[in-house]
């Protein structure tokens, strides 16, 4: 497993590999690894000869410096945990190498169609981040195809929206969300959770489960049954941010009979916690 930081020999290497007719797979992501990293990696593994893994926390992509400055850095853990897999090469870059000019100087990619609801409502300018680094990324590490978790649901389809509006090359794959035991949505942050809030957690995905259960025996109107269950975690001590159907294709709120999906975001302290759950 060879690691990169500089972007030139990246991209050499890549093109190295595209001339020998090789297909690179690509799992873009942020490091401090846990098993749903590693489920990405492993469908890159089967889905490429050449597989490429990505560690950068994006600046561009945190709205609030202090969760920028929070968030956990673990290269060495994340190489270890790469190592026993068929990981080719790691791109690690620093930010001066991604961002020369600075920040706020950069090129940016933005998806306005998704960028502004749900996430983007509550996190202004994220997706914009995710959509800039992510165009940088692919054009670095020329995938064939790259696979993205279906836990950030609203991030993989403005990803899937971008690369159909600027004609990318790169076939995305979604892979579903893999979970604690207890049900919990596996997520870097959570390692931010006290011990109580850690217990209390599991709520989130439970009372979306019943939602579901609710919505799909047609017991109630759709407003009623996302009041109710805002109502009860926030009794239980979540902040929720939203608790929303939403049809799967544009994530435009749900009507019945639509195809859709139901998508969540609430805090628990100084954590926030994002979920979803479709509705089939
Ligand atoms: O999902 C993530 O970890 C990040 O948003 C991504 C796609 C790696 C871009 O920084």
């Known amino acids: ?32 690894l846990h098993a749903g990293h590693l489920a990405l990696v492993e469908k890159a593994v089967e889905l490429g000869e050449r597989v490429v893994v990505s560690i950068f926390v994006n600046p561009l992509q945190f709205n609030d410096p202090a969760d920028f400055a929070a968030y956990r850095r673990s290269l060495d853990a994340d190489l270890d945990k790469l190592a026993p897999l068929e990981v080719d090469a790691v791109f690690a870059p620093p930010e001066d190498e991604m961002y020369p000019h600075g920040r706020d100087a950069t090129t ?7 960028s502004g609801i749900l996430e983007g409502e509550h996190r202004p300018g994220h997706f914009r981040g995710v959509t800039t680094v992510v165009a940088k990324l692919f054009n670095i590490v020329q995938p064939d195809v790259a696979v993205f978790g279906e836990k950030d649901f609203q991030q993989l389809r403005i990803i899937e929206c971008m690369v159909a509006d600027l004609d990318m090359p790169v076939e995305i794959i979604a892979m579903p969300t893999v979970r604690e035991a207890d049900g919990l949505a596996m997520s870097s942050r959570n390692s931010r959770l006290s011990a109580s809030q850690r217990q209390l957690a599991p709520l989130l995905y439970q009372t979306m489960q019943e939602f579901r259960q609710h919505y799909l025996a047609a017991e109630g109107n759709i407003a009623q049954l996302q ?37 969540v975001a609430a805090r628990l302290g100084e954590t926030r916690l994002i979920d979803n759950l479709c509705m089939e």
């Not at 500089?6 to 942020?30: C, D, E, N, Y």
């Not at 940016?108 to 998704?114: E, N, S, T």
């Not at 009860?232 to 749900?254: I, K, M, N, T």
């Open 1 to 32: 497993m060879e690691i990169y930081s500089q972007i030139h020999a990246m991209q050499l290497q890549s093109r190295r590999w595209q001339q020998a007719g090789q297909r690179i797979s690509f799992v873009p992501t942020m490091g401090n």
């Open 108 to 114: 940016q990619v933005d998806v306005p169609a998704l």
């Open 227 to 263: 009041a109710q269950a805002t109502a009860g975690l926030a009794q239980a001590g979540f902040v929720v941010e939203y608790f929303s159907l939403r049809r799967h294709e544009d994530l435009a709120p749900a009507k019945p009979g639509d195809r859709c999906l139901l998508l």
